[in-house]
């Protein structure tokens, strides 16, 4: 998004805290300055960025994680920020499994209900996260907008004509379904798994799950008590999965939430069939209520072996890679935060 808005003759700083840097630096470092506050607390980062932001004044100030967003909201009660303040929310904090005591997830809550009213605007990745902060967090707002992740970009349908190296790219057209995420509780791999273990009974397929996590250990171990250590590969992270989704027979996400879902939209522009959970988040919004993937039920490993096999036996539903997934393009999202901070879109700035 960010060369999409010095594009268009908007000027772009990305102000960061706790020794944070520029993702993308080759990138988005060519376009947007970078200023560091050297802070760590919320308070002291509080105030350095009143300081900042009174030597150099902005039109709008985003942030994008939940400590930032507090402390964005408070610029509200000190004078003289005449900038529209907006905090972005990428995951269902209802959900979220980083708050895992009571106690940590009502004092977050509380901390949502009282300083986000301060924001002129909350942003959420999906309407999943949108009901999500109003249903579950009882946050009330008059501005809360849902602009999709953008995810599609050039670069990755470049990268997807790669070849994967790999004894199992073209070695036999055994059917091969492509999962990637963290191997985290929230993704759920257990699940997969088992479901992966019910589709051998009938298709000799082969599963290849992307990512690197905690549940590393426990996920091995499920491998090798399923009898798939022979079928199943977990590569860890790679830089490129692109290749590899872009020659999968189903891409599988077996999520329990998600906040958005980059990877089923990334799966999307590469064409691929996908069978998804209709967790929390944004999966049936990028899939359209199933239109351009199939949906089953959080945890049902029956329900997801079936859909496999049925997505590897049909090709799944018929789409158009470029309908299913101009929502989350760069261009797309650039614009539809442009309105949001209230500045125009497709103009250039005098």
């Excluded at 009882?138 to 997807?160: F, Q, S, T, W």
């Excluded at 209709?278 to 949906?295: A, H, K, M, S, V």
Aim: net charge positive.
């Amino acid at each position: 998004m960010v060369p999409v808005w010095a594009a268009e003759g908007h000027t772009v700083e990305i102000v960061t805290f706790r020794g944070g840097g520029i993702f993308f630096p080759d990138e988005i470092g060519a376009v947007a300055a970078h200023h560091d506050l050297q802070t760590r607390g919320r308070l002291p980062t509080l105030f350095a960025l009143w300081r900042h932001l009174r030597r150099h004044p902005a039109d709008a100030v985003l942030s994008c994680t939940h400590v930032a967003n507090s402390v964005v909201c408070a610029l509200g009660r000190l004078p003289g920020i005449e900038a529209r303040r907006l905090v972005s929310v990428a995951n269902p904090y209802g959900q979220s499994a980083k708050h895992r005591h009571a106690a940590q997830r009502l004092r977050k809550f509380r901390e949502v209900r009282r300083l986000y009213p301060w924001a002129h605007t909350v942003i959420t990745v999906s309407d999943g996260v949108r009901r999500d902060l109003i249903d579950k967090v009882g946050l009330r707002h008059p501005d809360i907008r849902v602009i999709h992740n953008a995810v599609i970009n050039p670069g990755i349908l470049e990268r997807a004509q790669e070849t994967p190296e790999h004894r199992w790219v073209d070695a036999d057209h055994r059917p091969i379904i492509v999962s990637a995420g963290r191997l985290a509780r929230q993704k759920d791999y257990p699940t997969l798994l088992k479901a992966f273990a019910r589709l051998r009974e009938r298709v000799d397929a082969r599963l290849v799950i992307f990512g690197e996590g905690e549940e590393r250990q426990p996920l091995e171990t499920l491998v090798r008590e399923l009898g798939l250590a022979d079928h199943v590969a977990l590569p860890g992270f790679v830089t490129n999965p692109y290749a590899w989704i872009a020659r999968a027979d189903v891409f599988a996400l077996s999520s329990a939430w998600e906040g958005f879902g980059n990877v089923i939209a990334e799966a999307l522009a590469l064409g691929r069939p996908i069978v998804a959970t209709n967790c929390p988040g944004g999966p049936r919004e990028i899939l359209q209520d199933g239109r351009f993937g199939t949906l089953v039920p959080v945890g049902d490993d029956l329900a997801l072996a079936e859909a496999l096999e049925s997505t590897i036996r049909t090709g799944g539903p018929a789409y158009v890679p470029s309908e299913a997934s101009r929502r989350f393009t760069a261009d797309h999202t650039a614009r539809a935060y442009l309105r949001a901070f209230g500045l125009n879109t497709g103009e250039t700035r005098p």
